[in-house]
């Protein structure tokens, strides 16, 4: 699992499909064990290593990151054409 900041104001958003999420903590980079805990949507949890996490709708989510590519692939074929004019100047 990708790990962001873990801040209690930026915490790791783990999408979930269900109201809780099994969550796996590696706390420490060389750690061999990892902290499972459940993390409950609404309710973000901190791990014993400081480290937190939040639950939050996988459906939302997924659909928010698909608006956000598409956004992010229309500017750069905007930026593409505005190239292509320059060039054909
Ligand atoms: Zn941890």
Redesign the pocket.
């Given at each position: 699992m990708k790990r962001g900041p873990g801040t209690k104001s930026n915490p790791n958003l783990v999408p979930s499909f269900e109201e809780k999420r099994l969550v796996g903590?590696?706390?420490e980079e060389d750690a061999t064990t990892i902290?499972w805990m459940w993390v409950h949507k609404g309710d973000p949890k901190r791990?014993?290593?400081g480290?937190w996490f939040k639950a939050i709708d996988a459906v939302n989510h997924f659909e928010q990151v698909e608006k956000e590519m598409e956004a992010e692939i229309l500017e750069r074929k905007a930026e593409w054409e505005k190239q292509q004019k320059l060039q054909q100047k």
């Open positions: 903590c590696v706390c902290n791990c014993e290593c480290y």
